[in-house]
C-alpha cells in the first residue's frame, strides 16, 4: 500500500535575476542556503521569455565548473555551447544537455545564432547535480539527450504525459547516465488531470509547478513554485488545475559534506582552493 510523502515545505515568490544578457532566471534552490536537496545543488528556470532579434547571441561567456554536473533543459528556443575540449553543439527545443564537469570545464552557454537572429521565447531549466566524492575528479563527459530519444508516458488516462529523462517511470527509462540513483520526469498536465505518481521511498522529492497550478496531496500549488517532499513514503497525488507544466526530481541523498564557491563544489575547503588555483593556471583548458 503506497503512502503519501507529505509536503514538508513550499518556496514561493522568487525574485527573477539575469545571468548574463541571455538568461533570465528564477533560483528555486542554490547549494549557497545549505545542502538541502541533496544530491541536486541549484535549479535555475529561465522563462518564458521573448527575445527581440539581435545583432549577436546573448548568454554567458568562458567560466569553468568543477565537481558535479550540469543538467540543461530547453523548452523553447535554442542554445549553443562551446567547451575547453573542442565540443561545442545546440540544445533545441525538447533536448537535454547533460554535462558532467567532474575535474573540470571551461565553457561558454550562448542562444544559438540562429535564435539570436530570428528571436523568440526561451524557457530552459538548468539543474545542477552534485557528484560523489569518488567521482568529483573523474574525467569530464557530454550527454546530448535529443528530444526523440526521451521516452514518453501516458498517465491518468492520456491527460498527463511524462517524459523520463533520467531515471525511470513506470518502466520507461531515461536516457540519462547518471552516478548517483536520480529521477529527473518532464510533465505536462491537462485541466483536470489527475495522477498518483510513485516516487522512491528515501529519495529527496521536488516538484517544480513551471506553468498553470496543481493541487498535490490537495494542497494548492501555482506556477511558479518549488515543493519539497518528505523522503518518507511512496506517492504523491497530483490533480491539476489548469494545464501545468512540471517537473519532478528524485535522488537519492549522497550524504557528504559540501563546500562550494560559484561554479565549484567540493568536499572540504582546500579542495576549492585547489579548483580556484587549477582554474587560474589553465589546468581546466580554455576556449580557443
Ligand atoms: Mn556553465
Redesign the pocket.
Same mark, same amino acid.
Given at each position: 500500500m503506497p503512502t503519501k510523502k507529505a509536503i514538508r515545505q513550499i518556496i514561493a515568490d522568487i525574485p527573477q535575476h539575469w545571468v548574463g544578457d541571455g538568461f533570465p532566471v528564477r533560483s528555486l534552490f542554490s547549494y549557497s542556503g545549505g545542502n538541502r536537496f541533496d544530491p541536486f545543488l541549484l535549479l535555475d528556470y529561465a522563462g518564458p521569455h521573448r527575445f527581440e532579434p539581435a545583432e549577436a547571441p546573448r548568454g554567458?561567456g568562458e @567560466?569553468p @565548473?568543477r565537481g558535479f554536473e550540469?543538467v540543461t533543459i530547453v523548452y523553447q528556443g535554442e542554445l549553443e555551447h562551446r567547451d575547453s575540449s573542442g565540443s561545442r553543439g545546440s540544445i533545441g527545443s525538447g533536448d537535454v544537455q547533460w554535462m558532467t564537469a567532474a575535474s573540470g570545464v571551461v @565553457?561558454e552557454?550562448f542562444h544559438s545564432e540562429r535564435f539570436a537572429r530570428d528571436g523568440g521565447t526561451l524557457e530552459m531549466v538548468q539543474l545542477w547535480v552534485n557528484l560523489p566524492a569518488r567521482d568529483k575528479m573523474s574525467a569530464p563527459r557530454y550527454q546530448s539527450l535529443l528530444s526523440a530519444e526521451i521516452p514518453s508516458v501516458a498517465v491518468a488516462d492520456g491527460a498527463a504525459t511524462v517524459r523520463v529523462i533520467a531515471g525511470d517511470f513506470q518502466g520507461a527509462a531515461g536516457p540519462a547516465q547518471t552516478f548517483t540513483p536520480i529521477n529527473v520526469w518532464d510533465m505536462q498536465l491537462a485541466e483536470a488531470a489527475d495522477a498518483e505518481v510513485e516516487l522512491p521511498e528515501g529519495h529527496t522529492a521536488l516538484v517544480i509547478v513551471q506553468s498553470g497550478a496543481v493541487r498535490l496531496n490537495d494542497q494548492a500549488v501555482q506556477a511558479v513554485e518549488l515543493v519539497e517532499l518528505e523522503r518518507a513514503g511512496t506517492s504523491v497525488r497530483m490533480t491539476a488545475e489548469a494545464p501545468a507544466r512540471v517537473l519532478v526530481l528524485t535522488g537519492e541523498p549522497i550524504g557528504e559534506p559540501v563546500v562550494g564557491q560559484g561554479?565549484f563544489v567540493m568536499n572540504t575547503r582546500e579542495e576549492i582552493s585547489r579548483a580556484i588555483d587549477d582554474f587560474r593556471q589553465g589546468r581546466m583548458g580554455r576556449l580557443d
Open positions: 554567458v @567560466h @565548473h550540469t @565553457h552557454e561554479p
